[in-house]
């Protein structure tokens, strides 16, 4: 129990007991002194008690603050000297980020080489001492050249371990779609050590291995992978992979480093920008046997999406160029055939007047109505400037109502631009589109931040910086919170969209 | 609820309320931070504690009895009365716990005071956790009266309690200190002489209806197992009257010993009735009645309310289903049958029979047999002896393998490492619970019509009233119960009639007969409110669904004509091969301006390749998108009515509103709040809001965030709100001066956190939005779908269900609360159950009957059924948000969609 705290009445009882031990050589006890001292005290002028209150004050601080210091928890460590794991893992990571920036130094950034893994396991659920690999994935990447290597292999970690087997079907079924005894996976741990250390480096002897990258997550499961098949491969070397590193510090230092940035940009959003759902199902990208189930858990293929992911943010920011090995070849897939509507919706027309008279009639009426008040109402943008975030592609704008418009989109896309933000960027062969995307619950690291959106515009060459500080911009209006929250994402950039305008109709 | 410590709730409590009592008997004290409750003598060891042996005619009744008396009480101590330990449930343990220590801290307050600080001690009375804090407004008439007034029968029960009568509550405590509650009870049970035979005890706190001559007796009794002689101070503590909250909690506790005194059995929360089972020999199942009871203080007094629960057990052991599946798979290859019994029963939950506990199992050991030995106190014990000794079961088949079971967190904690486990009896398992046809043929047990639940009930009562055991139990506390159900005033809300609009582009008002709730027929020859034409959409699929997607296309132009909601043809894009990738391609490659909704044909419901689809078109590309399944379109007679609700559903998701009810407030803006676990982030919650825009509240904006698990209440509420007021703002011109939020997803329990954490949060933004002087009225109401009440309507002696739309805001509902009960929906099978609703925040200045009709008017509200609901329909699209992001999307949809029901 802490010591308790002291105050004015028990200082005046504690002086007025030993009085009364020195006159009367008997002490009451306190409980007896607290009904004595009772009366006396009241009597006590203010500045009397105010002194007795400083003494306590004094003893408070004297005797609050050793024992506190010295207070263990319940595993018999002193509280005052713990520290946090999360304190202790951020900490970490700016000294990786620290290592990252000076071992650039004097290098073209877009020469350095990357190298990028991921593992599946076979569970991850219960607090496990040690993850056991399923499949590795790695790529090697420049950023001037994009992907240059890859290794992909399947790894047989052996039995199930006991008790487990539960949590690794349940795993296996929600992720990854590997069978516990799998063919295809390579038993040979020692082949699989060489070729992870002939892939980031030709020569294991050398001093300085990069680093690799993982997801910050997925930090502890790579680390304990690399440690599983080190420790089978049994080479007599130690592990060259000392330094793991998180993917999104690479980011953010790249980024750090373009020298664009006055602002730290947010964590969460690189983050969320890696882990895109955009090519999640590219087929080109997977491993064969992933394909075959067509399951998007593929180290391979993970490696590469996130890779695609890191291209497409710096491509802008760093400058350079996004060619084939940049992107996923999606050219391959055209697996789909398109029927405009233009003849069929006539005959079925037709038909409709031949079988149901009642229904001309009722179709008679789809004149162009006015649009219903209240659509009108909630699609009108506030400002001018904003227009765009309003009506985005998607949403419905009110001209859509009116006749003739849907006739022919040609004309449309001549006619109309495409509202800032959303039409093509010029110099990108890509086509890269910016789209505004609201990440609500994020706002906690951003606010107070200055902003810069970007807004592509043929005449600046597809840059131009908007900068406001946040409160200003937040007092505007719904729309302006909405834009807000896009530029938050501000690199996050919309190849999908690209693809549209790229493949069909513009 | 028998005896071992290994996973019982005594043993958690335990290592809960452990402080001091630590050093005093750890045999081991080498070992401190290990985390290990102390436990007396050769109690279960570490490893396997339960389990019965497979035997093929199993003594069910016998086990408990047996084994209360080896660990409890064999030698000195023999009339331990089996039912004796489970007695009291979970909560009284705490409140035991809890109590004990107020009843020491007492003499320190009184020094404290004595002492003469001015402080007085403010400690919080034992049991005032019983009493309900009070949400009322001041003097505010909870009570309404629109509607037509009716009578109803409720699954209550009157309980009379003796209106001049007081008991006594001692302190009881050990020396040395007992740990395990059962050794407490029969050491307690042991002093008959001196305490007599009605009392109540659980564990801490004793109840004699009796005065003790000294305020502390002093007894002793011999520990069975050791001969220890214990002594036992029972110090009076406090005198209890009948009419405080405490001695309902004693009456609920005296309950639950009548429950045993009817022979019934205690599984989990419920006591079940194992002469009443049903066995379904043709899925092996047994479904078992029960009852969930609680006595509380109501509006009409002291109420037992009494529900049906029923539990599904296998009949055949986990044993029998792998010889089942070994005949089956043939039984030359032992690799394959293991494989297959992996794949098979690996994961499903077992329950252990013997002591009514449910287990999953992780894995089978294929090589263990019951002969196998584990530790047990020290000293190597066979699983057959382990069974016989503690359970008196005999191991039948001796060449069983063993299951495995992972020990849980608290387990861990303990030091135990592995536990494993004989075949026995097995739960019902996922498989069988997917199985339609089992589901079916259960459902003529489970799903009780209205007239067989209360006659189960009443007759429940009958039994308990009629039994001279339960006299023994009940009368010396002087408590009666009823055996006829209470009948309540009730009223009747007429059906409320909806907006839409007559074929000439009028509004209209349409109506439906109050018995279905329904309107689907009655709006066939009236258009939407608010149809949003589409001129431009995607209709995507597979090649080999290529007919049904035309039919379907086709469809929905007749219907939507009909509907006034003009569908043009759309672009088909018909895929080579339906794989997911192809899916997603179609729909990016395809995609302009201009598209207005992406349909999409699914061969099934594969839940990757419709997360996929979901995640492209509400992140990447933000439209909205419906999915259809083929099996929908193959229902050929019914193409046109399935084309009808799609179309609805593709019209509200652009947008569009389909009908209104007419609400006469101005100014006001309902919010719907929900939330739901992520299945992709652990320990995360998906909370999600929904605000009405307009004033027929037929528009919507919707959000969502991301709080932790675990703790109900949103954290990002105040964001959430200032973005909808600032929306609510953009369209009508003016903030709203009315708000009133439905908070589904809170338990009573929460009650009190979520008030004051998400009150403060509406305020928060109230501020932000508005700024200082911006203050609307508002209203904040619990609803709640799961609750035990049970309303039936009588005609002529005919019990039924009550029609929808009514209401209950008195009798039943809490004495100091504002809160009513809704009948909303109707059902079509099984007893209806009605919808709790509690204002906990009224500023708003409606009277109960505006709240009241409010929440009716806002059941109908809901598009994707036409007809009413259980909750206010913002509820629903709030519930049905969280669960999309939770269950495939996974983050923040794009903010383009929100001003639409894009998740329907």
Partial sequence: ?506 | MSDEPVSGRARGRGGRGRGKPQEQQAPGPTQPPAAQPPREGPGPGPAPSVGRGRSKGPPRQQPPQEAAAPIAAPATIVQVPPAEPSVSGRGVHRGGGRERSHASGDVPTEEMARMGLERTYKRRQPYERYVEAAYKEGDKDPHGSYGSKIELVTNYFRVTLPSEFKIWQYHVNFNPEVESIRVKYALIANLDLVIGTVKCFDGGILYLCKMLPNEVTECFATRSYDNAVIKIEIKRVAEVFSTSPQFIQIVNLLFKKVQMAMGMKLIRDHYFNPTQAVKILKHKLEVMPGFSTSILRYEAGNLLGVDIVHKILRIDTFLDCLYNLYYSVGQQDMQIFRAAAVKQFVGTIVMTRHNNKTYRVDDIDWEGRPTNTFEKGGTPMTYIDYFKERWNITVVDQDQPLLVVKPTERDRRRGEIRRTFICFQSCLSEEVRSDFNVMKDLAIHTRIGPDGRLKTLEDFLKQINASQRVKEILSPWQTQLDSKALTIPARQFPAEQLLMKNPKGDLAKITYDIKDADWSRNMRNYKLLNAVNIQQWLLIYPQKLSQPANDLADCLNRVGAGMGMRIAEPTRVELHNDRNDSFLNAIRQNLNQNVQIVVTVAPNNKKDRYDAIKKSCCIENPVPSQVVLQKTLMKKQGLMSVATKIAIQMNCKMGGEVWGVEIPVKGLMIVGIDSYHDSANKGQSVGALVASLNKECTRYYSMTEYHPRGNDALNGLTTLLAVALRKYHDINGFLPQKLVFYRDGVGDGQLEFVYKHEVEQVFAAFTSVGGEGYKPNMAFIIVKKRINTRLFSVDRNQIGNPLPGTLVDSHITKPDWYDFFLVSQSVRQGTVSPTSYNVIYDKTGFQADHMQRLTYKLTHMYFNWQGTIRVPAPCQYAHKLAFLQGQSLHRQFSALLADKLFYL
């Avoid at chain 1, 003494?55 to 263990?72: H, I």
């Avoid at chain 1, 790579?222 to 993917?247: K, M």
């Avoid at chain 1, 690189?270 to 759902?277: E, F, G």
């Fill in chain 1, 1 to 506: 129990m802490p010591k308790k705290k002291s105050n004015g009445y028990l200082m005046f009882m504690i002086e007025e007991k030993k009085r009364i031990l020195a006159e009367t050589k008997q002490a009451p006890s306190m409980q007896e002194m607290a009904v004595l001292c009772n009366e006396s005290w009241k009597r006590l002028s203010p500045e009397e008690r105010a002194t007795y209150n400083a003494m306590a004050k004094r003893a408070n601080l004297k005797g609050g603050q050793d024992p506190d210091l010295m207070r263990l928890d319940n595993q018999g460590q002193i509280i005052a000297l713990r520290k946090s794991a999360a304190q202790e893992a951020a900490m970490l990571r700016t000294r990786e980020k620290q290592d990252l920036v000076k071992s650039w130094e004097g290098q073209d950034l877009l020469d350095i080489r990357f190298h990028v893994i991921n593992f599946q396991v076979m569970y991850t659920d219960e607090p496990v001492d040690y993850y056991l690999p399923l499949e590795v994935g790695m790529v090697s990447f420049t950023l001037r050249d994009g992907i240059t290597k890859h290794l992909h292999s399947f790894i047989d970690a052996g039995e199930v371990p006991h008790g487990n087997m539960h949590l690794a079907l349940k795993h296996s079924e929600n992720t990854h779609k590997i069978p516990l005894s799998f063919e295809q996976a390579d038993s040979d741990f020692l082949r699989l050590w060489t070729r992870l250390e002939k892939f980031v480096v030709s020569d294991p002897h050398r001093d300085d291995v990069p680093p690799i990258f993982c997801l910050a997550s997925e930090k502890v499961i790579v680390q304990s992978c690399l440690d599983y098949i080190h420790y089978h491969a049994r080479t007599g070397e130690p592990n060259i992979f000392t330094r793991v590193y998180a993917l999104e510090d690479l980011v953010m230092s790249l980024l750090l480093q373009s020298g664009k940035f006055t602002v730290k940009p947010s964590e969460t959003q690189i983050h969320d920008s890696l882990l895109r759902n955009q090519w999640d199902y590219v087929s080109s990208i997977r491993c064969a046997y992933h394909d075959e189930s067509d399951c998007s858990y593929c180290s391979l293929a993970i490696v590469k999406r996130l890779s695609f992911a890191i291209f497409d943010m710096l491509s802008s920011v760093l400058g350079f160029k996004l060619k084939e090995h940049h992107m996923p070849d999606e050219s391959s897939n055209q697996t789909f055939t398109v029927k405009l509507p233009s003849s069929a919706a006539r005959r079925t027309d037709t038909r409709v007047k031949k079988k149901k008279k009642k229904k001309r009639t009722m179709n008679s009426e789809f004149q162009p109505k006015p649009a219903p008040f209240e659509l009108k109402e909630l699609r009108k943008p506030n400002s001018l400037s904003l227009c765009h975030l309003s009506d985005g592609p998607n949403i419905l704008s009110v001209k859509q109502n009116s006749p003739g418009e849907s006739q022919s989109r040609l004309q449309y896309s001549t006619s109309i631009r495409p509202p800032p933000g959303f039409g093509p960027r010029p110099g990108f062969p890509g086509d890269s589109l910016f789209r505004p995307q609201v990440c609500i619950c994020d706002l906690g690291s951003v606010e107070g931040a200055t902003l810069a959106s970007r807004h592509s515009s043929p005449e600046q060459n597809g840059s131009c910086y908007l900068k406001a500080p946040v409160d200003v911009l937040r007092k505007r209006s719904e729309h302006l919170w909405s834009c807000l929250s896009g530029m938050k994402v501000i690199f996050k950039m919309n190849c999908s969209l690209s693809c549209r305008y790229k493949h069909g109709h513009i």
